[in-house]
């Protein structure tokens, strides 16, 4: 079974800059496909950022398009999400997953392991 850990939320002022880490376990990450997706308060989970098993492609939810940035180093079984020009808006729970389906990228449905979340909390 693969465990995604997610590190790296905390507090930020708006404009400010976080980036958040997900470490995955095995020997299989190298052939995963990933995703970040987020849930803000009271509200339903929504996709963020996908990137292909070999980095390649990548794909945005249109209100993250061009302020986060998402990466993967596969040396390391680690998937990143660089996050600028936070706003109050982008205060949720962020998630990471795994998937083998790049076609499906925005939909939870086509990710298989999930970790547990880091909050990210964006200040006024």
């Known amino acids: 079974q693969v465990q995604p850990v997610e590190s790296g939320g905390g507090l930020v002022q708006a404009g400010g800059s976080l980036r958040l880490s997900c470490a995955v376990p095995?020997?299989?990450?190298?052939?995963?496909?990933m995703g970040w997706f987020r849930q803000p308060p009271g509200k339903e989970r929504e996709f963020v950022a996908h990137?292909?098993?070999?980095?390649?492609?990548?794909y945005y939810a249109d209100s993250v398009k061009g302020r986060f940035t998402i990466s993967r180093d596969t040396a390391k079984n680690m998937v990143y999400l660089q996050m600028n020009s936070l706003k109050p808006e982008d205060t949720a729970a962020y998630y990471c997953?795994?998937?083998?389906?790049?076609?499906?990228?925005?939909?939870?449905?086509?990710?298989?392991?999930w970790g547990q979340g880091t909050q990210v909390t964006v200040s006024s």
């Open positions: 095995g020997r299989t990450f190298g052939s995963l496909a």
């Open positions: 990137i292909s098993w070999n980095g390649v492609t990548t």
């Open positions: 997953a795994t998937s083998q389906d790049s076609f499906r990228y925005s939909s939870p449905r086509s990710y298989d392991y």
